[in-house]
C-alpha cells in the first residue's frame, strides 16, 4: 500500500510541475478573446482559492469583480489586489441571501451592463482532519450546492453575448464524484439515475439533498448509504457536479452568440483555512485549472469536470 501512496504522490507531483510549466507560458494574441472590459465576478473571494482566482484572472487583464459576505474583509482583499496594479472591484454578496442576490444583479447590471464570466467559488467545510461531524450539514448544503445554484440562475439573464461564449466555471471536488472509487453514494439506483442525463433532474438532486438532510435530523443517515468521509460536504459537491451538467444540457440550445459554458473543477488537498492549512497543493496551482477554464479560447467545452487541467469522470 505504501508504494501505490508513493507512486500516487509522485504523479501528482510531475502533473502539478506540468500544470505550473503551462502557467508560465503567455495567451498568445490570437487566443485572448477577452479584454480589460471582460467582467469575471468571483464569488467568496476575500482568501484562498477565490482570493488567487480572482488575482489571476486580473493578472490576464480582465475587469474582476470580488464578492464576500463580509464587506471588511473583502475591501481589504480587494485594497491588495489593486495596490499591485489590478482591475478588481468588490461588492459585498451573501450567496444565500435572496436579496443580497437581487442588489447584487442590479448593481452589475447598473455598473457593467453584464457579466462574461462566474466563478462559483463560494462554499463552506466544517470538517478537518478525519472530523467527519454533520453537525453543519444544512449550512453546508445550503452553501455549497443551493448558494451555488441560486447564483446560476441568477446571473444567466446578465451573461453579455459573445461569440466565444460566456463561461460559468464550479469550484467542486472529486469528494462529490458519482463513480469514484471511494467516498460514493451506496445507492445504485440513485447512482444510476444521477449519471444518466435522461433521468437527472433538478428534481431528482433536491430529493437527493433533501433526504439526506432528512436522515441527519433523524440520526439515521449513517446506514443511508453515504460517502463515509467528509460526508455532508460531498454530498453537497455531488449536488453541485450533477447540477452543472443540468445546465450544460440546458444552455447547450442558446444560439450562436448568446452561448454559455458551464464546467466544474476539483482544486485538490488545498493549503486553506478550509483545510486547516494540512493541503499538499498551493492556492496558485489550486486556482490555475479554474482560471484555465475561464478564458479556454475556441473551444465549447461544456458539461465537464476536470482536475490539474485534465477531464476527469463524474
Known amino acids: 500500500m505504501t508504494g501505490k501512496k508513493e507512486k500516487a504522490k509522485e504523479r501528482r507531483e510531475k502533473r502539478l510541475q506540468e500544470v505550473s510549466l503551462l502557467r508560465t507560458i503567455p495567451y498568445s ?7 480589460s472590459e471582460t467582467v469575471a465576478v468571483v464569488t467568496g473571494a476575500n482568501r484562498g482559492i477565490g482570493f488567487e482566482i480572482a488575482r489571476q484572472l486580473a493578472g490576464h487583464g480582465l475587469t474582476v469583480v470580488l464578492t464576500a459576505r463580509d464587506a471588511t474583509v473583502g475591501l481589504e482583499a480587494v485594497k491588495v489586489l489593486q495596490e499591485g496594479g489590478l482591475n478588481v472591484e468588490f461588492h459585498k454578496l451573501d450567496v444565500l441571501d435572496d436579496a443580497s442576490i437581487k442588489e447584487f444583479c442590479e448593481w452589475i447590471q ?24 454533520v453537525e453543519y450539514a444544512k449550512m453546508v448544503v445550503a452553501t455549497n450546492y443551493h448558494g451555488t445554484k441560486n447564483m446560476i440562475e441568477a446571473m444567466i439573464p446578465l451573461m453579455s453575448p459573445s461569440s466565444t461564449g460566456a463561461r460559468i466555471v464550479n469550484v467542486s471536488s472529486r469528494l462529490g464524484r458519482l463513480n469514484g472509487r ?18 437527472l ?18 440520526g439515521t443517515w449513517t446506514s443511508g448509504g453515504w460517502p463515509q468521509t467528509f460526508t455532508d460536504y460531498s454530498v453537497s459537491k455531488l449536488a453541485v457536479n450533477a447540477y452543472t451538467r443540468i445546465m450544460a444540457k440546458k444552455l447547450s440550445d442558446r444560439p450562436d452568440g448568446q452561448k454559455i459554458y458551464i464546467n466544474c473543477y476539483c482544486p485538490g488537498w488545498v493549503k486553506t483555512a478550509m483545510t486547516g492549512w494540512s493541503g499538499n497543493v498551493s492556492t496558485e496551482d489550486a486556482a490555475d485549472t479554474g482560471v484555465w477554464l475561464s478564458l479556454l479560447p475556441d473551444q465549447a467545452i461544456t458539461g465537464k469536470f476536470f482536475a490539474e487541467r485534465r477531464e476527469i469522470s463524474f
Not at 471511494?182 to 444510476?192: A, C, K, P, S
Request: aromatic share 8%.
Open 182 to 199: 471511494r467516498n460514493r453514494i451506496g445507492d445504485e439506483t440513485l447512482r444510476h439515475q444521477l449519471s444518466d442525463l435522461d433521468t
Open 29 to 35: 494574441d490570437h487566443q485572448r478573446w477577452w479584454s
Open 110 to 133: 447598473n455598473s457593467y451592463g453584464g457579466v462574461h464570466i462566474l466563478v462559483n467559488n463560494a462554499g463552506v467545510n466544517y470538517n478537518l482532519g478525519s472530523d467527519n461531524s
Open 201 to 218: 433532474s433538478e428534481e431528482l438532486i433536491d430529493t437527493m439533498v433533501a433526504n439526506f438532510l432528512q436522515q441527519v435530523e433523524d
